[in-house]
């Protein structure tokens, strides 16, 4: 039986890539385009459009801070902000309470 595939994302390029999971002697992925390094993402992640620049700039605040879209054992990945409004709300949030960035941003509701 075959592994399936997995995502991976170029930031500078606005690209995703469905690629085999990454083995034990497997090396660094890169972009075929611009050959930067790629950004494994999990097997939930679904890219936006290359031309929604909002999105994109949305998506690198969530990699950056060390959140990635994989599948939990109850389904998908669980709550992530769609938009930069979102992600500044929640930010703001972290830094009130010193909360890890990477937590308050996969925090559905804010207290």
Known sequence: MTHGKTSYVCLPCRASYKQPYPGYYD???????????????????????RRDTAAW????????????????????????PH???????RMAHARTTG?????????RDLP
């Open 83 to 89: 938009t930069l409004s979102e992600v500044r709300e």
């Open 99 to 107: 909360e890890p960035f990477a937590q308050a941003l996969v925090r």
């Open 27 to 49: 090396h660094d992925r890169v972009c075929p385009r611009c050959a930067e390094p790629l950004i494994h993402v999990g097997s939930a992640f679904a890219a936006p459009k």
């Open 57 to 80: 700039r949305t998506l690198s605040v969530l990699l950056h801070a060390g959140v990635r879209f994989h599948k939990s054992c109850c389904g998908g990945p669980g709550y992530r």
